[in-house]
């Protein structure tokens, strides 16, 4: 089998199955596990997968910046926001992440709403800027550009200093192995923080998100309230997830 065939073998397992498991895929074909993991390795290379010990899962498109994932997914975007909008009450202090999704949310925040947002992200506190009667609190650090956040040292101790009722945590990956992931380590602490300081923590896991895996864990599976996901979300990934214990909204 031709390089370019086994490449296009590789990604068609991920797209059906989920995962490549270079032993079995190399018992199967009848190569040796080297030449698997290098094919892994120059796919990894373009973006095209995320490889783990023995194989590897699919990649998360939303490693992209900022602008980038601006076109991605845009009505699961909204159908996710929607869901995550509906469990704010009046009176409570929300921690808002940065991301299109999360942007998403604010802009379906009710007109009416009397609430507390604290956000890390420029973007957000922005859209609630002309609420009527949400106040906004920015948590300010160095700018990490591609996500358009705060973060670092200033970032991580005003967190510290933070009790927040909701967490609407942003992430790339929602795998049920692999957890909740992202594409960069110190937005992962950043989110990490955010989540030890509230009292539940609601993922916002848009389809494209669902079954894939990014380099850095935020949190377990465990360590949050529920994934919001939408009507197009895999059913295989979401039913790996119910498996695995997590409680899913929106679908």
């Known amino acids: 089998m031709l390089a370019a065939q086994r490449r296009e073998l590789i990604l068609a397992t991920l797209r059906d199955e989920g995962r490549v498991v270079a032993k079995d895929l190399?018992?199967?074909?009848?190569?040796?596990?080297?030449?698997?993991?290098?094919?892994?390795?120059?796919?990894a290379g373009e973006g095209l997968l995320h490889r783990v010990h023995g194989g590897a899962l699919p990649a998360s498109?939303?490693?992209?910046?900022?602008?980038?994932?601006?076109?991605?997914g845009t009505?699961?975007?909204?159908?996710?926001?929607?869901?995550?909008?509906?469990?704010v009450?009046?009176?409570?202090?929300?921690?808002?992440?940065?991301?299109?999704?999360?942007?998403?949310?604010?802009r379906r925040l009710p007109r009416d709403l009397r609430a507390t947002v604290i956000t890390h992200s420029p973007t957000i506190a922005v859209e609630l800027a002309t609420h009527p009667t949400v106040e906004v609190i920015i948590v300010g650090g160095r700018?990490?550009?591609?996500?358009?956040?705060?973060g670092g040292a200033l970032a991580h101790e005003a967190i510290g200093r933070v009790s927040a009722d909701l967490f609407f945590l942003g992430v790339t990956g929602v795998h049920p192995s692999a957890g909740l992931t992202t594409g960069d380590a110190d937005e992962a602490a950043i989110k990490r923080a955010w989540t030890e300081r509230s009292a539940e923590t609601y993922?916002?896991?848009?389809?494209?998100?669902?079954?894939?895996?990014?380099?850095?864990?935020?949190?377990p599976l465990a360590g949050v309230t529920a994934v919001i996901t939408d009507a197009?979300?895999?059913?295989?990934?979401?039913?790996?997830?119910?498996?695995?214990?997590?409680?899913?909204?929106?679908?």
């Open 203 to 219: 993922v916002l896991g848009s389809a494209e998100k669902i079954g894939a895996a990014s380099a850095f864990e935020v949190v």
């Open 232 to 251: 197009g979300a895999p059913e295989r990934g979401v039913a790996e997830l119910r498996a695995a214990g997590v409680r899913i909204l929106g679908v």
């Open 26 to 43: 190399a018992a199967e074909l009848d190569l040796s596990e080297d030449t698997i993991r290098r094919d892994l390795r120059e796919l």
């Open 75 to 87: 009505g699961a975007k909204a159908e996710v926001a929607r869901t995550a909008a509906a469990l």
């Open 143 to 150: 700018l990490f550009k591609h996500s358009v956040i705060a």
């Open 61 to 72: 498109p939303a490693v992209a910046d900022f602008t980038a994932r601006t076109a991605i």
């Open 89 to 106: 009450r009046p009176g409570q202090t929300v921690a808002i992440d940065g991301g299109t999704t999360a942007r998403e949310l604010a």
